[in-house]
């Protein structure tokens, strides 16, 4: 037996023609946690593959499946910021295409594991139903990894 809470809240929000702004905050955790067993943790969204076959919005890309994972209270936060022009978009060749550039900060606090820290930076509409990415996690905030990932979606 046990008790978890959670709160979660949310925005999206178009600064200009083709781009978004989103945020999530998400914090919750066990009032009772004496004999939780592992499989009812609370199991964040992590994503290793390097490849995917769906949009995962609000997941870490590079940490293991089940490594964030927590039987205590948490604290999660997720920003995205997508634009037509931000970098690439400026080279020749690029410019006309319908390319979006993301930048991506996700934070992850628990008791007993430090802080982790995700930044990425992706280009989706790659042929219209792709996107690639690079990302650099951390643990309190010192470099811990950094991950390629391709994206396909075909919903």
Known sequence: HFDM???EASKKY???AF??????????GFLNNTFIPFYDFFHFNAQPFPVLLDDY????????????STPEFYGEAHIRYTTPYL???YLPGLSKTLMRENLSLSYLGTRFHPGYTEIGYSIT??????EIGIYAGFDNFKYRSTGLKFVLRFG
């Open 5 to 7: 809470i959670r709160f």
């Open 125 to 130: 509409e790659i042929l219209l139903l792709g």
């Open 87 to 89: 970098l690439l978009k």
């Open 19 to 28: 781009s978004e702004f989103s945020w999530r905050v998400r914090t919750g």
């Open 14 to 16: 178009n600064p200009g």
């Open 57 to 68: 919005e609000d997941s870490f890309m590079l940490p293991s499946f089940y490594s964030l």
